[in-house]
Nanobody
Framework: QVQLVESGGRLVQAGDSLTLSCTAS????????MGWFRQAPGKEREFVAA????????HYADSVQGRFTISRDNDANTVYLQMNSLKAEDTAVYTC?????????????????WGKGTQVTVSS
């Protein structure tokens, strides 16, 4: 069982940078692949980024490629999402998820546990 808690979401201006954090508990973090998803009002949840349990495999959605960076600190049981050059269309509730297979899939149904999310609002 895994519990996930996100933090760091806030109101920012277009072009700003922001880092989100997600801390996990319940099982050894180094064995869990982690992903970030987001859901904007009136839209379906979409994949943002994922990182395998080893950190060797990283994937990004095309919409954030080159702007967002996912990383993890296994000693701190934490995954991060560094967001640069934020756009208004990045506004969403950002949620982290854990995949106990450890490989870091890019689709939501592959994940086993989900956090409650943190709101990111980008003002244009």
């Amino acid at each position: 069982q895994v519990q996930l808690v996100e933090s760091g979401g806030r109101l920012v201006q277009a072009g700003d940078s922001l880092t989100l954090s997600c801390t996990a508990s319940g099982r050894p973090f180094s064995t869990i692949a982690m992903g970030w998803f987001r859901q904007a009002p009136g839209k379906e949840r979409e994949f943002v980024a994922a990182i395998s349990w080893t950190g060797a495999s990283i994937h990004y959605a095309d919409s954030v490629q080159g702007r967002f960076t996912i990383s993890r600190d296994n000693d701190a049981n934490t995954v991060y999402l560094q967001m640069n050059s934020l756009k208004a269309e990045d506004t969403a509730v950002y949620t982290c998820a854990a995949d106990t297979s450890g490989w870091g899939p890019t689709v939501g149904y592959e994940y086993d546990y989900w956090g409650k999310g943190t709101q990111v609002t980008v003002s244009s």
